[in-house]
């Protein structure tokens, strides 16, 4: 079956689900925080109501119907594709389908949002973050064409829905005015609707060692101020999500004592700067997922407000960046040198990381290293890590940083758990 093939049949069921059971659909896009955006707001509105959300990576033309129809990819088995086609036909007789579907909606390339806009009509749009050098902007003309081409999510909302955008990005100011939608803002600015404050990091401390646990922060809506806390979150991002899924809960007509219950319960997707054990006595921050220029930003300044004896990344090329891609790697290199005791690096557009560091007073070889391989940089950062050593790991998907991560962290027999990116078809890869 081809891919085009697959892609119609797929896009035709989903368009028959969704007029069988009409469920609530909230639409996420952006170019940071999206996956956390989204499970932020699943654990919010799940609390109250029964719920599914996109599953891995399901944020385009075949993830979306896949979420949608409540099945998985079945890769380049046919049998197993005609199986799961059986069991949609199924699901439209008779199924107990969700009340609402939280949807990632991604853009790769042009006219990927007007794609998935032909197959899914949101009644909530959720904007996250986008950086000033935005990921896959090597497949437009511009940054512009890029944020135009995620803006017809807004546009495609009616006057009964609600455009949900974070008031700190300057790309979404243009939202309220083109948007026939109800708008509602989140972010650390005055202006914002869900204002958020009074941000800080706790941190626990036994038999003399410190350990990160998360963050506290305070969100003021129409006047009432209320506490916030979500464990294992560490930057200001884990801020803007619970902000992001605090606003979809009051746009869905929640009260903020339970939308507060239920963040209590949010679990940051593996790969976003999760805090495992390490060899040695030391911890390692994962936010090997995926990798731009404002993501490796957050996490290199996670790192620095953190306490640890030595402070080391181990950081990953950052792809399709386009005519971007070398200042981007060069300030990476100058912010980390900033910050780290030891620097590892892995990939060929590290390289100008690399001169940076070294420009700052770095020396190869001795608290610098370059690798061709996240497994190289894992073997050699076994090593030479110690108790008391605090490791960011980071870089694009295909860099694989989660291999390097597989060994140093203190139990990989549980790699499966912890890890992104373990299931059978990407350890083939």
């Known amino acids: 079956m081809s891919r085009n093939i697959l892609q119609s049949i797929l896009a035709l069921l989903t368009r028959l689900m969704l007029a069988r059971y009409k469920p609530k659909i909230i639409g996420i896009t952006g170019n940071v925080g999206k996956t956390s955006v989204k499970d932020a707001v699943y654990a919010v509105v799940s609390f109250k109501f029964k719920t599914r959300k996109s599953e891995k990576s399901y944020n385009n033309e075949i993830g979306v119907p896949l979420t949608v129809l409540g099945i998985t990819s079945a890769g380049k088995n046919i049998f197993g594709w005609l199986w799961r086609l059986l069991k949609v036909i199924k699901y439209l007789i ?13 853009v790769d390339k042009p006219m990927d949002m007007s794609y998935l806009l032909k197959i899914v009509r949101p009644d909530i749009a959720v904007f996250t973050s986008i950086g000033d050098i935005p990921v896959h902007v090597e497949n437009f003309s511009s940054r512009e064409a890029l944020i135009k081409e995620k803006l017809k999510l807004a546009l495609a909302v009616d006057k009964t829905g609600y455009v949900i955008f974070n008031e700190d990005v300057p ?14 803002t989140y972010g650390f600015s005055e202006q914002a609707d869900v204002k958020i404050s009074t941000l800080e990091r706790r941190v626990f401390e036994q038999d003399g060692k410190m350990a990160p646990l998360g963050i506290t922060f305070k969100i003021d809506y129409k006047g009432t101020f209320v506490p916030f806390r979500m464990d294992g979150v560490f930057s200001s991002d884990g801020a803007y999500s619970g902000g992001a899924a605090c606003a979809v809960g009051l746009a869905l007509g929640m009260n903020l004592i339970d939308i507060v219950s239920s963040l209590v319960h949010y679990t940051p997707p593996r790969g976003r700067l999760n805090l495992h054990e390490g060899v040695k006595g030391s911890l390692i921050l994962d936010d090997t997922y995926n990798a731009s220029p404002s993501s ?9 407000e953190l306490p640890a004896k030595r402070k080391i990344a181990a950081l990953g090329d950052m792809l399709e960046l386009g005519e971007y891609s070398e200042e981007a790697h060069r300030e990476t290199g100058k912010q980390a040198a900033s910050i780290c005791d030891l620097i590892f690096l892995v990939g060929s557009r590290m390289r100008f990381a690399e001169d ?19 497994e190289e940089a894992g073997k050699a950062l076994r090593e030479i890590i110690k108790e008391g050593d605090l490791v960011l790991a980071k870089g694009s998907q295909a860099i694989r940083m989660e291999k390097a991560v597989r060994r140093i962290i203190a139990h990989p027999e549980k790699a499966g758990e912890l890890l992104v990116r373990q299931e059978q078809e990407w350890q083939k890869a």
């Open 94 to 106: 008779h199924s107990k389908y969700p009340e609402v579907l939280v949807l990632e909606m991604g």
């Open 171 to 184: 790309a979404w100011q243009h939202i309220r005015e083109k948007s026939r939608a109800q708008s509602m």
């Open 296 to 304: 490796m930003h957050s996490a290199l300044a996670v790192l620095s």
């Open 356 to 374: 940076e560091a070294i420009a700052k007073g770095f020396i190869k070889n001795k608290n610098i290293f370059v690798f061709d391989t996240s």
